[in-house]
């Protein structure tokens, strides 16, 4: 009898739920339900649209919801049902702020997963202008500080930052038996531009030097910043176009650094860098070199710095020059570096002393020496010369 009143009271109850649409909170799964879900590291989708991809294993085809963790409660954010192996797979948009996320399958819940956003990189600032323009980089931070520049923007040299070389003072011959000269046919600036030209006149003429006079017909030219501006480590860099006679034994035009003092003795032994040098009959190549005693020829030179548009276009030319390396960019580019081991002496001997900047165009010697074919001028063109320290 009094089992039969309390079934009557359970089906009272349950009828009771129904007419009153209560429902039923699922609680902790119990121990029958089967083993919780297992949810992989995710992992990164690139692409259009930047993602995190989730998977693992659950029961075989079973619902799986991913769920990621708000301030106060779970929201599903994507679901997969398992293959019949047990795998899924569920993509969830990248997260712009840390985020925890967990699956959900039969009652059961994983393992939480973490994900942190990698920062977004800060946009890079402009770098500074002075009085060379945009600062170069230094290769330890921070900026170069413009120290010399030159636009040849006038009508003449400017004479307050250049000498002219002249052989009837130095008696400096160059290349084959030129004469360096200070005249118009030699040196002159325009439009911008400065303009090197070696010339081969139509009659010799005596080539005046404290070292013994000779004849010749072979005009040439140099400009340095020779007592006038010097300078130990730091960039240096040029605008050029080299002579139009490409291709044609006979010119040679160089941007190059040489000492202030010869305080290592005779060269090479106090050392010498060419920026950019450039012979018309390997036109296709410019070369940078370091000279200084004991210096081993085939890896003192940059014999891989192809320019083949060096006469047909102006190019960039520069050198960065530290106590332990010479690294030389062409058009910004990277194409030759050197560290010094002298003879006799210490690194960073020779070059740790000032150096000036030189512009030459001189006829060519030896293996490049002047042919019928070559014209009777070459010239050197130079936008800008500029050094930073």
């Not at 006829?363 to 130079?382: C, H, K």
């Amino acid at each position: 009898m009094g089992g039969t009143k309390m079934r009557s009271l359970r089906m009272l109850l349950v009828t009771v739920l129904v007419i009153f649409g209560i429902g039923l909170v699922d609680g902790p799964a119990g121990a029958d339900s089967g083993t919780a879900p297992a949810l992989d590291r995710p992992s990164l989708r690139q692409g259009a649209g930047k993602a995190v991809v989730f998977k693992g294993r659950a029961k075989p085809r079973q619902v799986v919801k991913l769920q990621a963790r708000g301030p106060s409660y779970w929201t599903t954010v994507g679901k997969d049902r398992a293959s019949r192996k047990g795998a899924f797979r569920i993509t969830a948009p990248y997260p712009d702020q840390p985020l925890t996320f967990r699956v959900v399958a039969g009652g059961k819940v994983s393992k939480t997963r973490r994900i942190v956003p990698a920062a977004s990189p800060q946009p890079k600032q402009p770098a500074p202008s002075d009085a060379c323009g945009v600062q170069p980089e230094r290769p330890g931070g921070g900026y170069y500080a413009c120290t010399f520049r030159d636009d040849f923007d006038g009508t003449t040299l400017d004479r307050s930052k250049w000498m002219v070389q002249e052989s009837s003072f130095s008696g400096m011959v160059g290349g084959s038996m030129g004469c360096y000269v200070d005249n118009d046919r030699t040196v002159g600036v325009s439009s911008g531009l400065l303009r090197l030209t070696s010339t081969i006149l139509p009659e010799q003429f005596l080539c005046k030097s404290p070292y013994g006079s000779w004849m010749t017909n072979a005009e040439v030219s140099t400009v340095a910043t020779r007592s006038k501006f010097v300078q130990v480590y730091g960039r240096f860099e040029a605008r050029i176009k080299m002579p139009a006679e490409a291709g044609i034994p006979g010119s040679h035009s160089a941007f190059w650094l040489y000492p202030q003092e010869q305080t290592y003795g005779r060269w090479p032994a106090s050392g010498e860098v060419d920026i950019a040098e450039w012979f018309s009959g390997l036109s296709g190549n410019v070369f940078p070199s370091v000279h200084y005693a004991g210096e081993n020829t085939a890896l003192s030179s940059g014999y891989n710095c192809k320019m083949p548009t060096s006469s047909t276009a102006f190019h960039t030319y520069a050198v960065e020059w530290t106590p332990t390396v010479m690294k030389f960019y062409y058009d910004g580019a990277l194409c030759y570096s050197h560290s010094w081991t002298p003879t006799g002496q210490t690194a960073p001997q020779p070059f740790d002393q000032p150096f000036y900047i030189v512009l030459t165009q001189v006829w060519g010697a030896l293996w490049n020496t002047r042919t019928d074919a070559m014209a009777d001028t070459s010239t050197l063109l130079v936008d800008y010369v500029k050094a930073w320290q």
